[in-house]
């Protein structure tokens, strides 16, 4: 069975530029979390939806940060302009909505903006 | 304001050894605490999990020993493999409220090491 599926895998951009990093959770599960990942700041939540619906986008570090959910089985993580200390790993995780359902990560997407 | 607070940030173990990761959390609220592992090149993958109603869970080789008074849980590893280096990450997890109720809080992970 299919996990959650990232890409791309690896992003190497220039600063400014946009990326748009995608994910495509496991069929049935109805939430997604993204994540970003630093040695510095370890692994934090940015936003996370319910049923397509964003829920919570506190951790979104900036406005630069946007994330959308179209339908069930896509998201997309975008970032414009893209700014060097935006360098991490993006995961994308998701769950079902049953209690204690264990969140299943994708693989990531390292991002080098330099 | 870090709510799960992990140690030690790397650990180096001879095989055969028990591996032993802490962590500590603040909010009394949390209410489900797993453990993940993550191999380099690859996402978190959920290792064990506990519940707060509970003082120990035994899976295999994994361990989580829970104190609730002491807001304190941890790893245990028993006969260390070679193929457990990677890095373990503890996390909490707020009650239910409604939509808003499947956030986790992750530690900032220990790198484990286990040498031949």
């Not at chain 2, 006969?79 to 956030?103: E, H, K, L, N, V």
Request: glycine share 8%; charged share 20%; aromatic share 12%.
């Amino acid at each position: 069975d299919a996990g959650v599926i990232q890409s791309p895998r690896h992003e190497v951009t220039e600063m400014g530029q946009e990326v748009t990093l995608r994910c495509k959770p496991i069929s049935g599960h109805d939430y997604l979390f993204w994540y970003r990942q630093t040695m510095m700041r370890g692994l934090e939540l940015l936003i996370y939806f319910n049923n397509n619906v964003p829920i919570d986008d506190s951790g979104m570090p900036e406005d630069r940060f946007s994330a959308k959910m179209p339908n069930a089985s896509f998201s997309t993580l975008k970032i414009q302009p893209s700014e060097p200390r935006d360098s991490a790993v993006y995961f994308c995780a998701s769950s079902g909505g049953a209690t204690n359902q264990p969140q299943h990560f994708g693989d990531g997407t390292r991002l080098s903006i330099l | 304001q870090q709510q799960v607070k992990q140690s030690p940030q790397s650990l180096i173990v001879q095989k055969g050894g028990i591996s032993i990761i802490n962590c500590a959390y603040e909010n009394t609220a949390f209410d489900y605490f797993p453990w993940y592992q993550q191999f380099p090149g690859k996402g978190p993958a959920l290792l064990i999990a506990i519940r707060p109603d509970v003082s120990e869970k035994k899976e295999g080789r994994f361990t989580i020993s829970f104190n609730k008074s002491a807001k304190q849980f941890s790893l245990h590893i028993m006969d260390s493999q070679p193929g457990d280096s990677a890095t373990y990450f503890c996390a909490a997890r707020g009650p239910y409220s409604g939509a808003g109720s499947y956030q986790l809080t992750f530690g900032k992970g220990t790198k484990l090491s286990v040498i031949p």
